[in-house]
């Protein structure tokens, strides 16, 4: 079955940087577009940043863009989620996805915290 294992969570102070990794299991990796959201408590879940899967497109939310970049190594069956300039307001818990015409996928979600 579909599985999506995030890592690489933690705690880091404000400008810092961290990298996300989701490694993909139960399906053909390479043929799906990817995408990182992210939700805080009591909040709705915001869509972080997309890849698709031949050309490995890329798209991102404007409160993220310049400062995280989305990739993937099919190889690997991982999408990365690279964050730099890390702000407070970037703090969450964060999710991979994916989708196909029977269902949504999620991860168990990683936490993201920046404070000093």
């Known amino acids: 079955q579909v599985q999506l294992a995030e890592s690489g969570g933690g705690l880091v102070q404000p400008g810092g940087s961290l990298r996300l990794s989701c490694v993909a299991s139960g399906f053909t990796f390479s043929a799906y577009t990817m995408r990182w959201y992210r939700q805080a408590p009591n909040k709705e879940r915001e869509l972080v940043a997309t890849i698709t899967s031949a050309a490995g497109n890329t798209a991102y939310a404007d409160s993220v863009k310049g400062r995280f970049t989305i990739s993937r190594d099919n190889a690997k069956n991982t999408v990365y989620l690279q964050m730099h300039s890390l702000k407070p307001e970037d703090t969450d818990v964060y999710y991979c996805?994916?989708?196909?015409?029977?269902?949504?996928?999620w991860g168990q979600g990683t936490q993201v915290t920046v404070s000093s």
């Open positions: 996805h994916t989708w196909n015409t029977r269902d949504h996928y």
